[in-house]
Structures are given as C-alpha cells and as structure tokens.
C-alpha cells in the first residue's frame, strides 16, 4: 500500500518534468532557470550532479568492504548498493543533459582532451564508472536471462570490475572536490580549502556509508520487509569514525589556514556552515558512537538521515551558497528547475523499485531455487527465436493517471513561457525633467558642454552660463542626456521645427511627452496611432537615438558622438555635475 | 610571434563608449536587452564584450576580457574549446563546447558571457579581434581603433608596459604605482594603469600573482599515481585478506576456503550449470 501511494506521487513529478523538459530544450536555459552570468551554475549542479555523485557512493564502498576486505556479513546489501550508484550515475547524467547548454557535445571529451581540466576528469570518470557499475550489476538481470555465458563472464570480471571501479571513484569523488580549487575568490573561506578533493573523498565514504543505510531503511519501511539491523549499525559505526575524520581535518584545515575566526564573525555563512558541519557529520557521529543508538531502528534513521541532508546540502552550499557573498548576486532556483531534479530523482527511484520488485536485488533466503527466465525459448519458432514474458506491471492505471495529472498540470503552468519563450524584462520610461543647467563652449569643441546646476552650491564657475534645459534620462539610471530644447528649436526653425521631432501630422495637431508612447527604455509599446491602427512604437532609447543620431550625422562636420550628448561624462565638466541626484529628485 | 596585448589608461579615458559601439559593430553582437539574467543592460554580457564602469569621481574604467597568460577558463574547459593563441588573444571554439559553463566559474574576473536565451547557447566573450586581425581585415581591435583619446592602445605586451611604466615614471602623483596586469593571476595580456585602484574588477580586490591553473594541476598531476596506488593497494588488501582466509580455513578445518565469490550467486550458478549439463 505504501508502495502504492509513493510510486503515484513519483510518477506525478515525472509528468510535470517532462513538461519543463520540453521548455528547456525548446526554449533554452534561460527560460527555464534563474542562471545568470554572475551565477552560472545552481540546483542542477549542485544538486543532482554533485549531490547524486556523492549519493551514489555507497556503491564502491560496499564494494570494497565485501570484495577487497572480505566482510562478507555486508553481501545482502551489495546489489541494493551498487544499484543506487548505478542509479545515482545516472541522474548525474540526466542532470548533465538539462543542465549544459549542448548536450548533444557531451561526449566530446572522449575526442578532445584537456587533462588540465578538473572537469574533463570528472567526465571521463562519470562515463566510465557509469558503465563499469553497469557490468557490476549486469548479473543482477543476466542470471534471470538465458545467457549463462555471459553471466560467469560477468562474474569472473566481478573483481578486477570492483578494482577499477573504486579507482574510478576515488578520483571522481575527489575530482568534484578539485573541481573548485580553481574558484578560490568566488567562494567563501569556510569552504575553499586547497585540500578540498580529500575533504569531497572523505565524506562521500561517510555519506556512502550513510546512504547505504537511508536508503536500506527506506526501502524496508515501503516493502514492510526486515531491517538488516546489525549490518547496518556495523555500517554506523564505520560511518561515526569516517565522519569524526572528516569533521577533524576539516577543523584542522581551517585552524591551520587560521580561519576559524570566520566561525564566530555571526554572519550567515558562519551559521550555515555550523549548521552544515553539525548536521552533516558531527551530530551523525557523535550518535553512532552509542552502540545503544545505533541498534535501534530510530536511532539508525535520525543519524542516516541528518548526515546524507547534511552532505547534500554541503555540496550545495560549496557550489553555490558559499558563492554568493563574493558575486554579490543571491540565486534561488526557479520552480521549473526544482521540478527537474524532483523528476530527475523520482525517475530514479521509481527504476530502482521497477529492479526490487522484478529482479532479486535484496537477496532472501531460499535463492538458490531455481528461478524464471525473462526470456524464454519461444515454442513457436523453435532454437532462434525468444520470448520475453513481461513481468507484472501493478497498478499500471492509477500511474498512468499521476502521470498524466503531472503532465497537464507541467502544460498548463509553463503554456505563457512554451509559447513565447523569454521575454526581456519591462523597463519603463519616465518623462523629462526641464532642470537648469550650466553650459560652457571649450575652444576646440563644437558644441557646448552641459551640467546640472545646483542652486544650494552657489556661484557660477567662470566661464559657464545658466540656462534652461531638459534633463532627457528615461530609466533613470544616470545615462542622462541635457537636451537645451530652446536652442534646438531655434537652431532648427523655430516653430515650424516641432515636426522635426515631435509626431504633428496635422498643423492644428498637438505635442506628446515622449514617454507616453515611448514607454519602454528597450522594448517596443503597442499604441494605437490616430487613424485607430494598432502599431509599434519603438523602444525609447531607440527613438531617441535615431532621431537624434540621424540629423547630428548630417552635419558639417558630423558630431553623432555618444559623448556629444551624454556630456555627463565628459572630464571637463566641473564637480557641480555630482548634485544630480539631488536633481533628479526634484518633481 | 610575441604576444599583443591592449593597454588602457583609465585618466584618459572619457567614458565615450566609442569603444562598446565599435567593438559591436565589428563582431555583430546585436542589441543589448534588459534579459533576466543581467543585473544592468550596460555591464558586460553575450552582446556586449566590453563596456565602461563608471566609478566614483568621474573614472571610467573599461571592462573587457583580460587574456591572461596562464588563463583559468582554458584550463578548466574539458574539451579544450577556449583556447590562448601564441599570438595572446584566448579564443573560443563553438563547435566542440559542451556548455558546461565551468569557465564562466573559473574566471576570476567573471568575464566570459553567457546566450541565455538561445535553444543552442555559447560562450561569449572578447577574443581580441583574433580572426578579423589574422585575417588582415583589421590592423588592431575594433575597440583600440575606435579610441578618440587614445586610452586603450593596442601592441605588443612588452612594449605596452614599457609604455606603462613610463607613464607612471612621468607622473608618480597621478598614478598608482602599479600596472594592473602585470603579474596579476600569472599575467594577463590587457594591462591597466590608473589613478584609482582597479581591484573592482575581479572578485576579490587582491588576486594574488599566481596563475590559478597550478592550483588544480597539484591534484590533476596526481591523476595516474592514485590510479596506481589506488589499485595496487586495493589488489593487495584483497590478496592478503584472501590468502589469510585461506590459512585460516586450512588450519582449523583443513578444507580450503571458500573462494571469492561464496554466495547464494555462485550456488544458484552452479545449480544453472549442473541444469544446463543435464
């Protein structure tokens, strides 16, 4: 019944990722992320690559314990173990395909190498570990197919497999951590350590440990199967060592580097990474050192728990949380990514119980009896042919219909975004300012140079007169330009000019502000113009600048400068051009 | 060929953005717009390669891909799509770049640019003009061309310092004793001299003077050894616990142990073998 209930709430969130995947892929990440240049990387990265890499490493490390030290007690859980690795691979990859721009180039590495890069050994090692954990749990499905040869091929390769396999695992759990030695100013010092791929190999062996034992408690709670309880407080003990390792040297580190002050300065980062470290692997290791806490059940839960939440947020905070106070610049997933990575796990997990419920992953007793092929010889078609008998698909209605709930629901949210991808954000225009303003002709130039005039700082400079004039700055981000209207109409005609400019088709017709057609500094304004058509009215910036540009370039000799009109930042001009701000407020 | 570089003197610059407008026009960036993703239309981004920060006190510095010596995004792409040329510009190969923006996090001057709105997105970033100078279509960087002050000049690195250094000798009051670029992360081939300090630029005010490269290759360099160990080591655990297994086995049962695999597995293997023979 559990079962029942959590594989209908997975199939949902598939439903819904699959909508956002389509906008991803259609309309590019920066429809479907909150990513920015300043915050390239975010939940993605630090979530399902860093944090499913780390999940995943339960399986080299039951590996080990099993073939290389021999701890045979620790076999029942092998399967589950390197099928979550297996698993936990790939949703790193999966996360790698919505989260680079290319994914199509994702084998490139393979061509193109550059072994000075942390990422290319990341790559390197996820493509070979992701098959490497397929051949280790190959036998899983090959000892229910009809294949013998194959399947002693695949045990006889089981140890040199198990070898490679905790080689390659070394050096990516690690490498994730080399990854981001080469940030040292984006991230915060609580975090940056130059030894940072020990500190990443070091608790991804305590969170595989942990994870083995989340993930063994989970699924015995969903299958209402026995607890292996004194495997797993085996494992808790090992865990309490490696993760009082980790929580030393990562002390040790920090007063070594004299940073430990960074612990007590009170700010957010300071609590985060408290909180981090306390949850992750204090608290986990102080409980497992009880024997009394770690056989029981409760005990094993809260401990596991707290120390896998606490690892994956670690990865997040390093790869993105400890970023923030170096770039200035706070990212919090959008809702469509978040939704990838729920999808992306529960896609996960519901191929891990689609494996438990079809194959013998958890071993029981009474193994040894002889099994039912998937294939078999079809009666039909005699030696060549095979048949494959399906297994049982249970409930395969009501998942139909969560899935589809998602997918509906995934359309419905993402129908205004799908359609019309990303839009550029509004910046609206707000109108002229008529200011007053000091103006002075240098020798050697064409046209005079203005500054706003601040009455409270007194005298006029010599050399510069008062004059009126229009303070032309729509976003008001200090762009500005000082438009002497007076002299432009003077200059140009005097009243016969307003058309030059201003939209007079008839001569009764009147003038508009700028700003109110002109009603985005960068992006065009639906109006309807006087015969009742509904048109376009350039963004104001460009209206402005063609306006402007065109008759400045028309003159002898041309003065279409950018610095011809947006004077405020011309060296000349004296220090009274600071008290714009002052200006501008003005109504 | 010795490496070009671009010098800027940031007291002689007047803000014009003569540069952003020629540089734009030159590499057909298209039009800057108020996206999501930027947090000011008028800094740095995939349609603008370089732009004008003003500072406070009238200063205008012009922002722009550094083209380190020893460039951190070059060392961190996996593919080898950034790319230093001998003749100093770092460069970028669309064709074989994954995506994976790692040199956008590398960078420690945050500079390579993101096309966060394309379906298929690259890196932008300046690239020095390289293919229309190779090429012979330019003389020098659109934006060194554009300058009406000469702030921003373009040459060979060697020569371009001999410039700063003399410019600082000349005035010791205006400038601050230093050519920022210099040593700076390993050296970068666009140098700055100003009378204001330019640590703005980077993440972090100091950048210290070694190229961060070396700070991964310590562990890179390491790569084929823990293979070696990692794997020697976990054989030779395995052996030693087998072989002592074994002994063990002999000595109080005199039946060999079992080997590697005694698990319900192999049984179920060999009862699929003994089927088989039947």
Partial sequence: MRIRVVKGILWFFVGVAAMVAAVRFFRGLGTATALSDITPWGLWIGFDVMGGVALAAGGFVMAACVYIFHLEKYHPIIRPAVLTAFLGYAAVIVGLVFDVGLPWNLWRPLYSWQHHSALFEVAMCVMFYFHVLALEFAPVIFERLPFKRIYKL????TLPLVIFGIILSTLHQSSLGTLLVIMPFRIHPLWYSSILPIFFFVS????????VITESLVSSWLYEREIEKDLLSGLAKAASYVLGFYVIIKLAELAYNKELHYLVDGSWEANLFIFETLISAVVPAVLFSFKRVRESIGGLAVGAIMAVAGFVLNRIDVSGLATVSATGTTYFPSWMEIAISVGVVSGAALVFFFFVENFSVYEEDGESEEKEYLLVKDPVRGIVGYRLLLPPMPNIRQNSVALAIGAVLGAILLFDVGLYGPRPEKTPVERALSIDALRTKPEDEILYVYSPYDPEKGDIPEGWELTEALLIDGDRKNKYVIFNHEEHKNLSG???????????????????????????????????DKAGQVVYAPPYREAMHSLCIECHEEMDPPIARCGGCHQGVDVSVPPEREAFALIAERP | MKQMGILTDVTLCIGCEECVKACKSVNETGEDLPWRWQRRVDDLSATRWTTIVTRPGRHYVRKQCRHCLDPACVSACPVGAMHKTPEG?????????????????????GVPRYLWSEPVPYVRKCIMCRDKIMSGELKQPGCTGACPTGATIYGNRDDLLEIAHKRIETKPDLYVPRVFGEHEVGGTSVLYVSDIDLGFLGWKDDLGDKPLPHETWIYLDKVPYIVGVVGGLMYGIYWIIERRMRLQAEATGGVSAPPLETTSDDKMEDANTETEEK
């Fill in chain 1, 154 to 157: 695949l045990k006889a390769l």
């Fill in chain 1, 204 to 211: 991804a062996v305590g969170l595989g440990l942990t994870m």
């Fill in chain 1, 494 to 528: 005097s009243e016969q000019s307003c058309r030059m400019c201003h939209h007079m088709d008839e001569p009764s017709g009147k003038t508009a502000f700028c700003h109110e057609c002109h009603r985005d500094m960068f992006l065009p304004t639906e109006i309807v």
């Fill in chain 2, 89 to 109: 510009p770092v460069v970028y190969n669309s064709t074989i770049c994954l995506g994976c923006r790692y040199c956008m996090m590398a960078c420690p001057y």
